[in-house]
């Protein structure tokens, strides 16, 4: 586990169904847990720290977080998908403010629960779901996870990144990648004006 700024942790752990490094986050001012995963074989006590709520970026990352059996939100949209879980979920929307500091911002381009969240600690970060992701750049999911028509999906990302810009930022935190912990804001505007 690794500190990408102040009160941000974050850990990377292979996921068992993709195969890939996805990466979890613990605001530890809150006590939140975003996309939580935990290695294999390991409990909430890993982390040496308390967990008082789990918050998803998008549905499918239900990941460990029944583990922790803490109160678990997902966006309102991404209820349905879930109810058939072992799992009680409350949704959120944009606007909420789900934590002190950590507020729900319009995106729900890849799919309507896939949610952008920004946290009002230090410079201000960013947390992102699967509409980007960051594996040595900042890059759109692969086409085959974007539907039909994976080029106007790509378009719509772009578009609902654009008013995230005005937000106030400098850390990137994405649910598939790496994080970036300073730069951000910079390194997502050169992303979106190489796309428009």
């Known amino acids: 586990m690794d500190e990408v ?10 996921h068992p169904n993709i195969g890939i490094e996805v990466s979890s986050y ?3 001012a809150t006590a939140t847990a975003l996309d939580p995963i935990l290695p294999g074989g390991e409990g909430p006590d890993w982390l040496g720290h308390d967990v ?7 549905r499918h990352h239900l990941r460990s977080a029944s583990d922790f059996e803490v109160p678990i939100l997902v966006h309102r949209s991404g209820l349905r998908e879930v109810a058939g879980e072992a799992v009680e979920v409350q949704g959120y ?10 507020r729900v911002l319009s ?6 629960d896939d949610s952008a969240l920004h946290i009002a600690l230090g410079p201000g970060a960013l947390a992102f779901g699967d509409g980007i992701i960051n594996y040595g750049e900042i890059g759109h999911p692969p086409d ?8 106007a999906v790509k378009a719509d990302i772009v578009e609902g ?10 850390v990137l935190l994405f649910a598939h990648g790496e994080p970036v912990a300073r730069g ?13």
Do not use: M, N, Y
């Open 26 to 28: 613990l605001l530890s």
């Open 52 to 58: 008082e709520q789990v918050v998803l970026t998008v």
């Open 144 to 151: 085959q996870v974007l539907g039909e028509d994976p080029e």
């Open 93 to 102: 929307e944009a606007g909420d403010e789900l934590a002190p500091g950590l």
């Open 161 to 170: 990144l654009v008013p995230l810009l005005d937000e106030d930022f400098d």
């Open 107 to 112: 995106f729900g381009r890849i799919c309507a």
């Open 5 to 14: 700024v102040p009160g941000i942790l974050h850990w990377q752990v292979r």
């Open 184 to 196: 951000g804001k910079e390194r997502l505007r050169e992303f979106v004006e190489s796309r428009s």
